[in-house]
């Protein structure tokens, strides 16, 4: 009989174990002592062998790296607490992750257009570009947009263009994410208006919304109301959504901002989870039962280049969200415990120079993400730091995805790196570099505090700024930009480019649809909406009626913002 | 005249709607610690705030960061606003997610040097001291 079949050893074979397992490392650390040698006796090459975000890595892991480790709890099985090698059991074998392009250019009408081609692609999900007028909560005719309109993204200023943007789409089939922030609320009920209008109710609705106000602060600076006011309103959405909209995700805890603007994968990491807790905390505080929405939080993480560091990232994401959410907040579902993530490729990792060579940085950090376990990608293309993406590098970016779901094998096997002695070791580092970070937080006061004071924006800045060193200097090679740049001063390549004209329309669109709304009906769902803002009324009911009465974004916004007033960011560099 | 030891003075500006504020703070600090006196506006300027601030700051140079592909609209507003403003010696230059040809666009409009994507700073630095050690040598 086995000792794995007995529930009790005894003392003399437990002891017997013991000292096997101490032979076992003493003779591993002797023959480790003379692979130092070895390895002390050879000349190593001029490199910093250090992450991209900077930290020291020893040459070689080995068990001694995990003798002390608990791998048996920490590490545990896919689909199980704490989900460290995954949030479901079968992961990729059941199904793949969604291939969901980020897309949305110029008017509703042809970002439609893009969505049915990229459907007819093969591509599973939807994921919604605004340009920055929507993002900041401007309509096309505000004069504020000018010069914006659909450049960067699509331009939504009312239920009439989020009808066009998914004519032809039927909502209770696809999926569809929406990057939306500091008017998120406004494009949600946008949305769920527009689903309704296809007979479809918010019930069957699946996708997501960002709606992760505390990065914006942070990191990514598409802000309207102030924290507290912008707070309510996410609380407000988590609400909603657990009653009516039971299937759909109504936040995006979002990393991936945080890092682009310049963070470390520790900050990253840390900063995110933080975020994630103080929407937990708000919504427990609000009276919420946390098993009824903390299922429906998801999150959004960036896969930069630094292949093993970004697998450990995502790994340890899900271990100390898992921890946190069954032992601080008391959540007794599994459901809650479970980190889904979206991931995306760096976009501040691809160059300008040599730009076909983004493909080759794109496919391994796509193949990071696999590793790591996300639920949904997006791959950039290779043309984004010159301008929005052509059609046919979109495709090719996509197809970077199907190639390594269908030819690469990494699907067969779930968590293939687990038990790796390098793997592990960086995976706990993470962790333990977000736990003291979480405590930097606290000391701060919390997250709030935190952004009025400028410390994320500075401790992200800072970071921003090394890595800028770290290039100039030579200690981090960029192929194309610092080293191996013959071909790299002819960037012309062919890029999208948006006809001016496109405002234009626009603006035309929104006089003819302010001629033919119910006046009357909107001048009264807006104010309905300020009078709701002053009480504790639940505001999603009251912007869903505006939505109805074709209230634009800016009207909406401006109704809110009479109560709420308008974010200031703290300056500093 | 403006006096030739006078510390290079540098706006460093956010206009529009965009908030990718990593290449304006970067190149903020760098400027700094190349000796300029750097002012920089924050996120989300209007050209007017921005050639406002240009003038009352007596600046040398107004450098702006724009990755939101608003630059045809942005870059020549500004140069305009300043020059209607008697401030038609100041540098405008900047950089972000612009293709070559809108650059040469620009130029011909009386914008300087645009920088893109792997630009080292180094040579923003020198070329903004080349221009101004060419302005006051005039």
Not at chain 1, 3 to 16: G, K, W
Not at chain 1, 164 to 175: A, H, K, T
Not at chain 1, 299 to 309: K, L
Not at chain 2, 31 to 53: C, K, N, W
């Amino acid at each position: 009989m086995s000792t794995l079949e007995r529930d009790v050893l005894s003392r003399s074979e437990l002891d017997a174990l013991v000292r096997e397992r101490e032979a076992e490392l003493a003779e591993l650390k002797a023959q480790l002592n003379e692979w130092i040698e070895a390895y002390d006796a050879t000349p190593k090459r001029d490199a910093s062998f250090t992450t991209i975000s900077g930290r020291e890595l020893k040459p070689l892991y080995t068990a001694l790296d995990r003798a002390d480790a608990d791998d048996t709890e920490a590490v545990g099985l896919p689909g199980f607490y704490p989900f460290t090698r995954g949030p479901y059991a079968t992961m990729y074998r059941t199904r793949l992750w969604t291939m969901r392009q980020f897309a949305g250019f110029a008017t509703a009408e042809e970002t439609n257009e893009r969505y049915k081609y990229l459907l007819d692609q093969g591509q599973t999900g939807l994921s919604v570009a605004f340009d920055f007028p929507t993002l900041m909560g401007y309509d096309s005719d505000h004069p504020r947009s000018l010069g914006e309109v659909g450049v960067c993204g699509v331009a939504i200023s009312s239920l009439a263009d989020m009808e066009r943007l998914f004519e032809g789409i039927p909502l209770d089939q696809v999926s569809v994410s929406m990057t939306i922030n500091g008017p998120a609320i406004i494009l949600f009920c946008f949305y769920v208006a527009a689903a309704e209008k296809q007979g479809v109710s918010p019930e069957v609705l699946r996708g997501t919304v960002q709606n992760d106000i505390l990065k914006e602060y942070q990191a990514q600076h598409a802000w309207v109301f102030p924290p507290e006011p912008a707070l309510r309103c996410i609380v407000d959405m988590l609400e909603w959504c657990s009653t009516h909209a039971p299937k759909y995700n109504p936040i995006s805890i979002s990393g991936y901002h945080i890092r682009e603007a310049g963070a470390t994968a520790a900050q990253e990491l840390a900063f995110t989870l933080r975020n994630g807790f103080e929407y937990v905390e708000r919504a427990i505080a609000r009276g919420l039962d946390v098993d009824d929405f903390a299922p429906r939080l998801s999150f959004f993480f960036d896969v930069h280049s630094d292949f093993f560091e970004e697998i450990a990232k995502l790994r340890a994401a899900r271990r100390i969200w898992a921890r946190a959410m069954r032992d601080t907040y008391g959540a007794k579902d599994p459901e809650s415990w479970r980190l889904r993530t979206h991931a995306q490729t760096a976009g501040v990792s691809l160059t300008a120079q040599q730009a076909e060579n983004n493909i080759v940085r794109v496919a391994y950090q796509a193949m990071a993400a696999a590793l790591g376990g996300a639920q949904s990608l997006h791959t950039n293309s290779m043309d984004e730091t010159l301008a929005l993406p052509t059609e046919k590098s979109v495709r090719i970016a996509l197809r970077t995805q199907q190639i390594l779901a269908f030819e690469s094998g990494v699907t067969n096997t779930i968590d293939p790196l687990a038990g790796s002695y390098f793997l592990e070791s960086l995976t706990d580092a993470l962790e333990q570099d977000a736990q003291a970070i979480f405590e930097e937080v606290d000391a701060l006061g919390g997250v709030v505090p935190g952004i009025h004071q400028g410390w994320f924006q500075q401790q992200i800045a800072g970071s921003a700024m090394q890595q800028q060193r770290d290039i100039e200097s030579g200690r981090r090679v960029v192929v194309g930009v610092n080293d191996f740049t013959d071909g790299s001063g002819d960037i012309q390549i062919d890029t999208l480019k948006i006809d001016p004209a496109v405002e234009r329309r626009q603006v035309d669109a929104m006089a003819r649809m302010r001629a033919s709304r119910d006046n009357q009906v909107v001048t009264r769902t807006l104010s309905d909406l300020t009078t709701a803002c002053r009480t504790d009324e639940n505001i999603v009911p009251r912007i869903l009626d505006c939505a109805r009465a074709y209230c634009t974004l800016y009207e909406i916004r401006h109704a809110m913002e009479d109560v709420f007033g308008a974010y200031k960011e703290p300056i500093s560099f | 005249m403006t006096d030739p030891q006078r510390r290079i003075r540098v706006l460093v500006a956010k206009p529009g709607l965009d908030g990718h504020d990593r290449g304006a703070k970067v190149i903020a600090s760098s400027f700094r610690d190349a000796g300029f006196e750097v002012i920089y506006t924050g996120l989300h300027q209007t050209p007017e705030m921005i050639v406002s601030a240009a003038v009352q700051e007596d600046v040398d140079v107004v450098a702006m960061s724009v990755l939101s592909g608003a630059h045809m609209t942005l870059f020549p507003r500004v140069r305009v606003l300043l020059d209607e403003a008697g401030a038609d010696h100041v540098l405008v230059t900047g950089g972000g997610i612009i293709p070559e040809s809108d650059m040469e666009a620009l130029e011909a409009l009386g914008i300087g040097r645009l920088f893109g994507p792997g630009t080292r700073t180094t040579d923003a630095i020198a070329y903004v001291k080349d221009w101004i050690a060419h302005q006051r040598t005039q």
